[in-house]
C-alpha cells in the first residue's frame, strides 16, 4: 500500500518535471517580451542590453534551471507585465476562477445528473428525446460562440443579467468572492452555464448509460421481482451502483473546468487565471505563462493521484495497474 | 454514410466471407439496420450529413464566386445583404457577403472543405497513433506500457486546446514565412490530432489487456504466430467498434477545436478561412447587423456537429452489446 | 423673522446648489486595455498614462484638443541662454497626502524619469540638467538648443520627493527586471482624482480631489471614476449598450451606427494622432520572403509606386473603416507641425497604370511576398491587410498574410525581420522631426529604430539631425519640407488613413475626443 503510495507520487512528480519544461521551452518559441518592455522610443543598443540583464540570450535549458530553481524557492517570477510577483497575482485571481469552476460544476452536476436520471428511466420519451437533442446542440457548437450568444441574448436583448466581469464581491472565510452578494451572483450565471455546459451534457449522458446498464443488471431484476416499488429500485439501487464512474468522471472534469475557463473568461472578462494566461499569451509573459501551466498541471496531476488513490480504496484489485478501467466519457 | 456502417459491420467476421449481394440483405437483417433504419433521427443527421460532404467534395463547381483567390475580390461587396445585389458592383449574394466581400454560400462551402479536411485528418491521425500505441501498450506491457502510459498522463494534463495552442505556436514558428500558410493547415491537423490520441490509447490498451487473457489469443500465441500479427489481425478488429465510436466524437470534437483555436487566433488563415475562421470574423458583427456573417457559417458548424454527435451517440447504443 | 426667512431660504438654496455640485456623479468608464502599472515613469503607453493623468500631472498638459495648456507649470520659455527653459511653478498646489509641491518635487520626478529604468528616458534624451532656480521655478537646459523641450514634458508626471523616497520608489519600478515597488500599485501626484482601490485587469476606483487647485477652473464634475478593462470589442459593446457602463474607448467602428441609434447612448468622434501605413524592405539586395530570387522587387521605386496605385484607399475607408478614416498619402497626421494639403494627396487607384508600372520594372507576372501584420493594435488592422492582399492580387503581387498579436509583430520591425508590414504612428511632440528621427533616419544605435525599411541616405540624415539644434523656425520648416519631399519622391512608405477615434457616451456626458486617445475626466461634464 505505502509503496504503491510512494511510486504514484513519484511518478506525478516526474510528470510535473516534464510539465513545467515543456511549458517553459515551448513558449520560448512564442514571441518577444523585450519590445512590451522597452515601449516606441527605445534603440538597438536598450534591446541588447535589457535581453542580457533578462538572461534571455543564455540557452534554454539554462534559463529552464533557473526557473526551476527558483519555483522551488517558492519564488515563481516577476511578471513582465505587470511587474508583481506571479504567485501574488495567481493567488489573487484563483478565486475568481474556483469560484466560476465550483458554480458550473454544481449546474453541470446537479442538472446533468437530473436529467441523466429521467432520460434513463424514460427511454424513448418526447421530453427525453428533447433533452438528448437539445443538449447535444449545446455540445455541437464551439463555446465562445455560446457565450456570445447569452451576452447577445440576456444581456443586450433582454437586459437581464450582465454582460461582463465578476460584480460586487464579499469576503467570505477570507476570500473576496463574487458568490456571496446577489450581484456578484447574477454576474457569475452566463459565465457559469456557458462554461458547465459541456460538462453537463458528458454527466448526463454517463449517469444515463450506466443507468441504463445497472437497470438492466440482474439485481435490479430480483429487486423488480421481489415488489419493490419502481422509485426504491431507481433511486435506492440503480443510482447508488451509477455513481462510482460519475464520481469519478466528475473528478476529472473539474479539472478541465478550469482549464476551459480559458475561453469563458475571455469572453466574459472574466478575472480569473484563464484571462490572466490569455493576456500573458499576448504580452508574451513568460513567468506568468510557465505559471499557470505549472498550476494547471499540478491541479490535474493532484486530481489524477486523488482519484487513483480512492480507487485503491475502493478496489484494491486495481491498484498496481493505477486505476486504468477508469472512464473518461 | 452506408460507407461508414459497411465499415461498423465488418468489424463482425461474419460478413467477411459473403458475396456482396447476400452480405446486403443479410446487413438488412441485421439490428444495426433495424435499428438505424428505426429512428427518423439519426437518419435525417446522416442525410444532412452526406449533404454536407457533398457539398464540400463539390464546393469548386457549386460555388458561384471564387473567395479563395484574393485577385477576384471586390471589396466594395462588402457587407451585402443575403438574396441581394450589391449597390455599386450589382453582383447578387444568395447568403450576402462578408466584410472583405466575400460571397458566404461559397465561403461556407469552401470554408466546410477546410473544416472536414482538418477534422478528418486530425482523427485519423489519432486515430492511428491511440490505437498503435494502445495495441502495443496493451499487449507488450512492462516498461513500455509505463512510459506510454507516463506520457498520457502528462498529455492529459493539459487541455487539448491548450496543447493545440502550444503545438500550432510552435509549428508557426518552425517553418519558413513562405510556407505558411500551406504549413498551417497541416500543424492544426497535427496538433489537434495529437491532443486527442490519448482517448484511443486508453480505451484501446484496456480492451487489448481483457483479449489478450483470452483463449483464442492464448492459442495464437501457442501455435507461434508473430505478436504483430495477433495484434492486428485478431485483437483489433474486436476493438473496433469502440474505436468507431471514439472516432466518431473527436470528429466532432475535432471540428470544434478548430473552430476555437480560431477564436483564440491560431486558426485557418484568414485568405482561405475555415467554418471556425468564417465565424470568428462574423462575431464581430454580432451588434452591428450583419447577422448573415455570423448566422450561417454558424448553422453550418451546428448541422455538422451535431449530425456527427448524433450519429456516434446512435453508433455507440447500437454497438453496445448490453443496450440491445 | 422675515429677514430669518429669507435667510433660512438662501441658505435653503444654496444647500441645494452645493448638494448639486457635491452629489455623487459616477462614471462608469471602459476600455479594451488596463494601465500596466501605477508607476508613472515605468510604462510609455497610452492605456497607463491616461490612468494616470487622473492622479498625477505633468508640467504641461495636452488638453481635449490636443492643445498644450499649463499644468503644474504655469508659465515657461526659453531663456537668453538658448540652452536653457525656465518653468514658473504653480503655487499652493498639494499632493494628496497633503503635502506642498516645490520645484524640488518638479526636479526629483524629472530625475526619475531620465534613469535607466525608466521607459520614458527618449524623451528626456536632449536634457543635460535640470536645476531648481528657486522653490517654484525651474530649468531645464538641454544639451543644444531644443526648441520643442515643452511639447516633450506633456507626460511626465510629477510625483512628491519625499513620499517616494518614503516607500522606497525613488527609482522608476524595473519592469523589465521584473522589479517591483510600492508606487506601481499607490499613488501620491497632485490629480484631480485619488486613488481608493484597484484591482489590475478589473476594476479601478477613483474619487474625486476635493483639495484640487483647479476646482473652480475644470468642471470636476465627475466625483467618482470606475474604470473596468473589457478586452473583447463585442462584450465591451454590449456592456454599454445594456447600460452597464457610461462611457467607452475603443469602439468597433461596425457598432458606430447601432450605438448612435439607441436611445440614450451617443458617439463622439475626432481625427486621431495617428497614421497608418504599409512599410516595404527596400535597402536589402535580397529579401528572404519573396518569390523572387537574387534580387529585390521593393528596391525599384516603380514597384513601390504601383503598389501605391493598386491601393484602393477610398474601398478600404468605405467598407473595412466604414468612413472612420483620412485617407492619405503622407505617414504624417494633420496635427503635425510639417504637413502640407499637398504632401496628403495620394494617387489615385489606377490598376491599369499600376500595371504598366510592373512591366515596366520588370516583373509583369508579378512575384509573391509575405505581409506581417499585428491584429490587436489598430482599428480594424487585420481587415485592412487582408483587403490589401485582395488588392495588390490584381497586379500579379500574391501576398502571404501572417497577422498576430502586437507583441509578436512589433519586434519583427526592431529586428529586421520583415519585409513587408503594417505600422501605425503617433506623433506625441506634433512635430516631424519626431518621425523622421524613428522612420527615416538610417537605423543606427541611437536613430531610425522603427525604420525597417533599411533605406539610408547620408545627406537626408545630415538634415534629420540638423533638424534638432535649428532654433530658426523657418529654416527648421524649409528643412522639414525639403526632407519631405525627397521620402515621397521615393514612395519609401504607402501610407493607407489617419484613424479617427471614436468614444461612446450616454446622452447625460457633454465629452470631447482627445486626439491622444487620453481623456481627462476633469473636463468631463453632465448635461
Not at chain 1, 225 to 247: C, D, M, Q, Y
Not at chain 2, 210 to 226: F, H, M, P, T
Not at chain 2, 263 to 291: C, D
Not at chain 3, 308 to 316: C, F, H, P, S, V
Request: glycine share 8%; hydrophobic share 45%; charged share 20%.
Amino acid at each position: 500500500m505505502l509503496a504503491f503510495i510512494i511510486r504514484r507520487i513519484g511518478q506525478a512528480l516526474v510528470v510535473l518535471l516534464a510539465v513545467g519544461f515543456v511549458s517553459f521551452s515551448m513558449f520560448k518559441f512564442m514571441g518577444d517580451p523585450l519590445e512590451n518592455l522597452l515601449g516606441q522610443e527605445a534603440t538597438m543598443s536598450d534591446r541588447a542590453e535589457l535581453a542580457e540583464r533578462l538572461g534571455l540570450n543564455d540557452p534554454i535549458v539554462v534559463q529552464y534551471t533557473r526557473y526551476l530553481t527558483r519555483v522551488l524557492d517558492g519564488n515563481l517570477g516577476i511578471s513582465y507585465r505587470a511587474g508583481l510577483p506571479v504567485g501574488k497575482i495567481i493567488l489573487e485571481r484563483l478565486p475568481a476562477t474556483l469560484e466560476l469552476a465550483f458554480l458550473s460544476g454544481v449546474l453541470a452536476i446537479g442538472v446533468g445528473i437530473t436529467f441523466g436520471i429521467y432520460t434513463a428511466i424514460h427511454r424513448d420519451g418526447i421530453i427525453t428525446n428533447a433533452i438528448m437533442t437539445i443538449s447535444l446542440i449545446g455540445v455541437s457548437l464551439p463555446t465562445f460562440l455560446i457565450g456570445v450568444f447569452l451576452i447577445w441574448a440576456f444581456a443586450v436583448n433582454l437586459d437581464w443579467l450582465p454582460a461582463f466581469g465578476r460584480g460586487p464581491t464579499g469576503n467570505f472565510l477570507g476570500m473576496e468572492l463574487a458568490i456571496v452578494t446577489w450581484g456578484g451572483f447574477k454576474s457569475m450565471i452566463l459565465p457559469a452555464v456557458t462554461l458547465g455546459l459541456y460538462q453537463m451534457t458528458l454527466i448526463m449522458r454517463l449517469v444515463r448509460s450506466e443507468m441504463q446498464e445497472v437497470l438492466r443488471a440482474d439485481f435490479i431484476r430480483f429487486a423488480r421481482a421481489r415488489g419493490l416499488s419502481e422509485r426504491a429500485i431507481n433511486f435506492r439501487h440503480a443510482l447508488k451502483n451509477t455513481l462510482v464512474p460519475v464520481i469519478t468522471v466528475t473528478g476529472l472534469q473539474l479539472g478541465s473546468i478550469i482549464a476551459f475557463a480559458i475561453i469563458t473568461e475571455t469572453v466574459f472578462q472574466w478575472p480569473g487565471v484563464g484571462l490572466l494566461f490569455i493576456n500573458a499569451i499576448s504580452f508574451v509573459d513568460i513567468p506568468v505563462m510557465s505559471a499557470y501551466l505549472l498550476l494547471v498541471g499540478t491541479i490535474f496531476v493532484f486530481i489524477n493521484l486523488i482519484v487513483d488513490l480512492l480507487y485503491f480504496g475502493i478496489d484494491p484489485r486495481l491498484g498496481p495497474t493505477g486505476g486504468e478501467g477508469r472512464h473518461r466519457a | 454514410m452506408t460507407d461508414t456502417n459497411k465499415k461498423g459491420a465488418s468489424a463482425r467476421p461474419v460478413f467477411d466471407d459473403d458475396a456482396p449481394a447476400s452480405a446486403w440483405t443479410r446487413w438488412r437483417d441485421t439490428e444495426i439496420w433495424h435499428s438505424y433504419s428505426r429512428s427518423p433521427v439519426i437518419v435525417t443527421a446522416s442525410v444532412v450529413f452526406v449533404m454536407l460532404v457533398l457539398g464540400a467534395l463539390l464546393a469548386p463547381l457549386i460555388s458561384p464566386y471564387t473567395p479563395f483567390d484574393p485577385g477576384s475580390l471586390n471589396l466594395m461587396n462588402g457587407f451585402t445583404k443575403p438574396l441581394s445585389a450589391n449597390e455599386f458592383t450589382s453582383d447578387f449574394f444568395l447568403l450576402g457577403a462578408d466584410d472583405q466581400g466575400r460571397d458566404i454560400f461559397s465561403t461556407i462551402l469552401l470554408g466546410l472543405r477546410i473544416s472536414l479536411f482538418v477534422g478528418i485528418s486530425a482523427v485519423l491521425f489519432a486515430m492511428t497513433l491511440g490505437v498503435v500505441l494502445g495495441l502495443v501498450s496493451g499487449y507488450v506491457g512492462g516498461w513500455l506500457d509505463a512510459v506510454i502510459m507516463r506520457i498520457a498522463d502528462i498529455q492529459m494534463t493539459f487541455p487539448s486546446i491548450m496543447i493545440a495552442m502550444l503545438l500550432y505556436g510552435i509549428g508557426k514558428g518552425l517553418t519558413p514565412p513562405d510556407l505558411r500558410d500551406e504549413m498551417a493547415i497541416w500543424v492544426l491537423i497535427f496538433s489537434i490530432g495529437l491532443s486527442e490520441w490519448v482517448q484511443f490509447a486508453r480505451t484501446v490498451r484496456g480492451a487489448t489487456m481483457v483479449e489478450r487473457k483470452k483463449e483464442y489469443v492464448q492459442a495464437c500465441d501457442l501455435i507461434g504466430l508473430s505478436r504483430w500479427r495477433i495484434m492486428f489481425k485478431h485483437i483489433l478488429p474486436n476493438v473496433t467498434g469502440t474505436v468507431l465510436v471514439i472516432a466518431t466524437i473527436s470528429l466532432a470534437l475535432a471540428i470544434i477545436a478548430e473552430a476555437t483555436l480560431s477564436f483564440l487566433g491560431v486558426g485557418a488563415p484568414k485568405t482561405e478561412p475555415s467554418l471556425g475562421t468564417l465565424i470568428n470574423v462574423g462575431r464581430q458583427f454580432i451588434l452591428s447587423g450583419e447577422w448573415w456573417i455570423l448566422l450561417f457559417p454558424s448553422l453550418t458548424l451546428l448541422a455538422l456537429a451535431l449530425s456527427v454527435n448524433l450519429f456516434g451517440d446512435w453508433l455507440r447504443d447500437a454497438l453496445n452489446p448490453k443496450l440491445r | 423673522m422675515r429677514k430669518k426667512i429669507v435667510a433660512a431660504a438662501a441658505a435653503g438654496i444654496l444647500s441645494v446648489s452645493m448638494a448639486g455640485a457635491a452629489s455623487a456623479e459616477t462614471l462608469r468608464w471602459a476600455r479594451a486595455g488596463d494601465s500596466l502599472t501605477f508607476d508613472p515613469h515605468a510604462q510609455n503607453e497610452v492605456p497607463t498614462h491616461t490612468l494616470a493623468h487622473q492622479m498625477y500631472e505633468p508640467l504641461l498638459l495636452r488638453d481635449m484638443a490636443g492643445k498644450i495648456i499649463p499644468a503644474l507649470a504655469t508659465d515657461w520659455y526659453a531663456t537668453d541662454n538658448g540652452n536653457v527653459w525656465e518653468f514658473k511653478l504653480r503655487k499652493g498646489v498639494k499632493f494628496h497626502g497633503g503635502e506642498d509641491f516645490t520645484a524640488d518635487d518638479a526636479v526629483f520626478s524629472l530625475k526619475r524619469a531620465m534613469m535607466p529604468t525608466s521607459d520614458m528616458k527618449e524623451l528626456l534624451s536632449s536634457v543635460k540638467e535640470v536645476r531648481k532656480v528657486d522653490d517654484h521655478t525651474l530649468h531645464i537646459e538641454t544639451k543644444g538648443p531644443n526648441p520643442l523641450m515643452p511639447n516633450n514634458l506633456t507626460n511626465l508626471f510629477i510625483m512628491d520627493s519625499e513620499w517616494a523616497v518614503e516607500n522606497r520608489c525613488a527609482a522608476p519600478q524595473d519592469i523589465a527586471n521584473g522589479g517591483d515597488n510600492p508606487c506601481a500599485r499607490t499613488t501620491n501626484g497632485t490629480g484631480p482624482f485619488k486613488l481608493v482601490s484597484r484591482v489590475q485587469d478589473q476594476k479601478t476606483v477613483l474619487k474625486r480631489n476635493d483639495a484640487y487647485w483647479g476646482i473652480g477652473i475644470f468642471p470636476m464634475q465627475v466625483t467618482e471614476l470606475i474604470y473596468t478593462p473589457i478586452q473583447e470589442s463585442a462584450t465591451r459593446v454590449s456592456a454599454f449598450l445594456s447600460g452597464e457602463v457610461d462611457f467607452i474607448q475603443d469602439l468597433p467602428v461596425q457598432d458606430l451606427a447601432r450605438i448612435a441609434k439607441t436611445d440614450g447612448l451617443d458617439v463622439i468622434t475626432a481625427a486621431e494622432n495617428r497614421t497608418i501605413f504599409f512599410g516595404l524592405n527596400v535597402g536589402d539586395a535580397d529579401l528572404t520572403t519573396d518569390t523572387v530570387q537574387g534580387k529585390n522587387p521593393f528596391a525599384d521605386v516603380r514597384v513601390r509606386q504601383a503598389m501605391n496605385m493598386a491601393l484602393n484607399r477610398e474601398a478600404i475607408k468605405k467598407i473595412v473603416m466604414r468612413n472612420q478614416s483620412l485617407l492619405t498619402g503622407v505617414v504624417m497626421p494633420p496635427f503635425v507641425n510639417g504637413w502640407t494639403k499637398e504632401l496628403d494627396a495620394y494617387p489615385a487607384w489606377d490598376i491599369r497604370k499600376a500595371k504598366a508600372l510592373m512591366s515596366d520594372a520588370g516583373y509583369g507576372d508579378g512575384f509573391g511576398i509575405t505581409l506581417d501584420c499585428p491584429n490587436d493594435r489598430y482599428i480594424n488592422d487585420e481587415a485592412v491587410c487582408l483587403a490589401a492582399v485582395g488588392m495588390f492580387a490584381q497586379i500579379g503581387i500574391k501576398v502571404t498574410l501572417d497577422a498576430k498579436p502586437k507583441a509578436q509583430h512589433f519586434p519583427l520591425i526592431k529586428t529586421q525581420k520583415t519585409d513587408f508590414y503594417l505600422l501605425g504612428w503617433g506623433v506625441p511632440t506634433f512635430d516631424s522631426g519626431y518621425i523622421f528621427n524613428f522612420l527615416v533616419h538610417t537605423t543606427t544605435d541611437k536613430m531610425g529604430s522603427w525604420n525597417n525599411t533599411r533605406y539610408t541616405n547620408p545627406e537626408l540624415d545630415k538634415k534629420i539631425v540638423g533638424l534638432a539644434s535649428e532654433t530658426n523656425l523657418t529654416k527648421r520648416n524649409k528643412a522639414i519640407a525639403e526632407i519631405w519631399n525627397t521620402v515621397q519622391g521615393e514612395t519609401l512608405y504607402l501610407p493607407i488613413h489617419n484613424q479617427i477615434l471614436n468614444w461612446g457616451v450616454t446622452s447625460k456626458i457633454d465629452f470631447q475626443v482627445q486626439p491622444e486617445d487620453i481623456p481627462h475626466i476633469k473636463f468631463l461634464v453632465f448635461k
